[in-house]
């Protein structure tokens, strides 16, 4: 069975700092891998997903993420953060077709000025 | 396009009421899926639905919950005689039904509140 981790639950930063979101999947063969953001009381934005071809991807509001498969991870970065970036973000994976997605538990991120 | 539509956004019913949360799925879209997230929690999936038909149910409790998909109409996930615990937000999300990443658009949600 597909799982998820994302070790950290809560993540505090300063604004302007650099991040890095941790996620570590467990899936037999190459999955399909997401980042969501959630704000408070609000639904899942897709951030950024990885199906093939260039482990390094690219997502909106200047995120990135990078499929490692030897590690078995796909942390999410960003270069600098903006005080608008604090929600809790959620990596999920997918083993492709219909199936159900698979979410991790969500980092909290906490963004000071 | 709009996306997906849930509603209501925000449910409040007593304890032992029913509880039915709506999803239209996105246009051209004819696969639903229905996730739950707890307080403090990520989401766990429960059902996912074609027209007509359940294709996987393995994360639906075995009582009080049943989903439909009808052939016309949005998507309904109804909870019978609701308890506190029953209090989550509750996702819909629907994909193509042909498409290379089979990604999943979700809605807003609905906040159920069981008092």
């Excluded at chain 1, 993540?11 to 704000?39: D, H, K, M």
């Excluded at chain 1, 909106?60 to 604090?86: C, M, T, Y």
């Excluded at chain 2, 919950?65 to 308890?83: D, Y």
Aim: glycine content about 8%; charged content about 20%.
């Amino acid at each position: 069975a597909q799982s998820v981790t994302q070790p950290d639950i809560h993540i505090t930063v300063s604004e302007g700092a650099s991040l890095e979101l941790r996620c570590n999947y467990s899936y037999g063969a190459t999955p399909y891998l997401f980042w969501y953001v959630q704000s408070p009381g609000q639904g899942l934005q897709l951030l950024l997903k990885y199906f093939s071809g260039d482990t390094l991807v690219q997502g909106i509001k200047g995120f990135e993420a990078e499929f490692k498969r030897s590690q078995s991870s796909f942390n999410l970065r960003k270069p600098s953060v903006h005080w608008s970036d604090a929600a809790e973000y959620f990596c999920a994976v997918h083993s492709g077709g219909y199936q159900k997605v698979t979410f991790g538990t969500g980092t909290k991120l906490q963004v000071i000025p | 396009n709009a996306g997906v539509m849930q509603n209501p956004r925000h449910l409040v019913r007593r304890r032992g009421q029913e509880a039915r949360l709506r999803c239209s799925p996105m246009k051209g879209h004819s696969h639903v899926y229905w996730y739950r997230q707890l307080p403090e929690e990520g989401l766990k999936f429960m059902v996912y639905l074609q027209k007509e038909n359940i294709i996987d149910e393995s994360g639906m409790p075995k009582e009080r919950f049943s989903a439909e998909f009808p052939k016309e109409g949005p998507s309904i996930l109804r909870i019978q005689q609701v308890v506190r615990g029953d209090s989550a937000a509750y996702f819909c999300a629907s994909s193509p039904p042909a498409h290379s990443s089979y990604e999943q658009y979700f809605g807003p949600g609905t906040r159920l509140t069981v008092t």
